[in-house]
C-alpha cells in the first residue's frame, strides 16, 4: 500500500503535529510493505530524505522565518500552494492508495483538491472555534471550508475525546473517530529527584492560548515560597511574559528557556516537580504526556483532551484564574509526598499510550480504507 501524507510540520518545525506524524512514522517504518511520501516544510531550502527504507520525506522550502514552532498565515498558505503542485507532480509518478492529511486546513484542503481519497488528523488549531482570535473567520470562512474537507474524506479522526466534541459543534452529522497522541515510554523516565525548591515547569509556545499569564500571576502570589517556575518555549508573548515577571518582582522565581534541544528535554523534565499547563484551549498536548511519563502530577485548566488524561495525578483548574493555580500549588507546598504519589499514577497512566499502540491503530484504518 503507498500512503500520500502531508504536514506542514515536521521536526525541527512546528509542535505536537511535528512530533506526532515523527513518532508514528517511527513506528510505520516497521512495515515494510507499505510505502509512505511525506510531504512536509523546511526550515531552508528544499531537500529530500530517506527516513527508511520505506519511507521518504520531502521538505519544501516555503520561505521560513522567524519562530520554527509558530507557523504565520504566510506560511501555512505557501505550504498549500507548493504542496497542492509538489503534490500533482507526485501523482504523475506514482499510484497512491490514500493520502493521510494532518491539519484539515490547510492539508485536508490540498489533498481534497487533489482529488485523491484522503483521511483528516485533526489536531487542533484547524478546527473552527478552537481559537477565540479567529471567531469570525471561523464562523463566516473557515467552519463552511471544514464542512467540505471533513464531508469528503473517508474518515475524520481527531486525538481527543475533547476536540472530536468541539469538531461536532460545527458539522454534528459528521462521523469522528478518536486516535489520542501518544508517548515515548522509553525516551521519557521518572527520576524523582528532591530538592527543596518546588520546582514547577511549563513547556509550551508562548502565545496568547496559552495562558501564561496566569501562571506566572499565580507564582507571584506565592513568592514567599521556596518555589521556583521554568518557562521553556518560544512565541510572540515572550517578551510581554518577560515584562510581567519583572513587573510583578519575581524575575527570581521564574526562567526563561527559550529552545531546548530534543534529546536535552528529558533532563528538563526530571529537574521538576510539577507539569502545570494553564491552556484556553488545547487538543492533546504533547508536553503533558511527557511530564506524565516523567513521573510529574499536572495541573490543567478544563479544556480539550489534556482533562482527559486526569486520574488521580493532579487537579483541573478554572480558565484565566491564577489564584486557583496558586492554591493548588500550596496543596503540593504543604504536602511534598503529593508530589512523588501523583507523579507516579501519571506514569501508570501513559504506559498504554506508547505510539506504537497510536501507530497499530492508523495502520489498521489504513487497511480498513485504502483498499
Known sequence: MKILMLNYEFPPLGGG?????FYILKELAQHKHLQIDLVTSSIDKYKEEQFSDNIKIYFLDIG?????????????IIYAIKSYFF?????KENTYHLCHTFFGIPCGFVAMNLNIPYIVSLRGSDVPFYNQRFYWLDELFFKRLSKKIWGNSLRVIANSNGLKELALKSLPSQKIGVICNGID???????????????????????ARKGLEYLI??????KQYNIKLIIVGQGDQGKKLKKLVFALGISSKVEFKDYIARHFIGEIYNNSDIFVLPSLNEGMSNAVLEAMASGLPI????????????????FIVPKKDPQAIAQTLQKFLEDRQLVFQMGKRSREIVEGMGWQNIAEAYYRLYNEVGK
Open 87 to 91: 503534490g500533482k507532480s507526485l501523482l
Open 17 to 21: 503535529a511535528g512530533n506526532a506524524t
Open 185 to 207: 515510554t522509553n525516551q521519557f523516565k521518572p527520576n524523582f529527584t528532591k530538592s527543596d525548591t518546588l520546582r514547577i515547569l511549563c513547556i509550551s509556545r508562548l502565545i
Open 217 to 222: 500571576k499565580a507564582i507571584a502570589e506565592l
Open 64 to 76: 521560513k522565518t522567524g519562530n520554527l514552532h509558530y507557523q504565520t498565515n504566510k506560511d501555512l
Open 299 to 314: 495541573v490543567l485548566t478544563d479544556t480539550g483532551g489534556t482533562a482527559e488524561l486526569l486520574n488521580a495525578n493532579g
